[in-house]
């Protein structure tokens, strides 16, 4: 878990056990661990590379359509 955690949906004791974990957590785990939640979230989830990406496909999607 660097950025996030995967847990069981209908587990409340896996939840119960990973929110005790992050609660006895140091102010500095839990300073890395934001983080790198949100180097995460602005490469992957940022507006700039949705545009950016939305930009590539349409170029793709005219260059298929002009060959």
Same mark, same amino acid.
């Given at each position: 878990?660097?950025?996030?955690?995967?847990?069981e949906?209908?587990g409340?004791?896996?939840?119960?056990?990973?929110?005790?974990?992050?609660?006895?957590?140091?102010t500095? /785990?839990r300073?890395?661990?934001?983080?790198?939640?949100?180097?995460?979230?602005e490469?992957?989830?940022?507006?700039?590379?949705?545009?950016?990406?939305?930009?590539? /496909?349409?170029?793709?999607?005219? /260059?298929?359509?002009?060959?």
């Amino acid at each position: 878990g660097r950025t996030g955690f995967l847990l069981e949906s209908g587990g409340p004791e896996a939840w119960k056990n990973k929110i005790t974990e992050i609660y006895q957590w140091s102010t500095d /785990e839990r300073t890395g661990f934001v983080r790198n939640s949100q180097k995460v979230v602005e490469t992957y989830y940022s507006w700039k590379r949705v545009h950016d990406a939305t930009i590539q /496909e349409y170029l793709r999607a005219l /260059e298929r359509k002009s060959a």
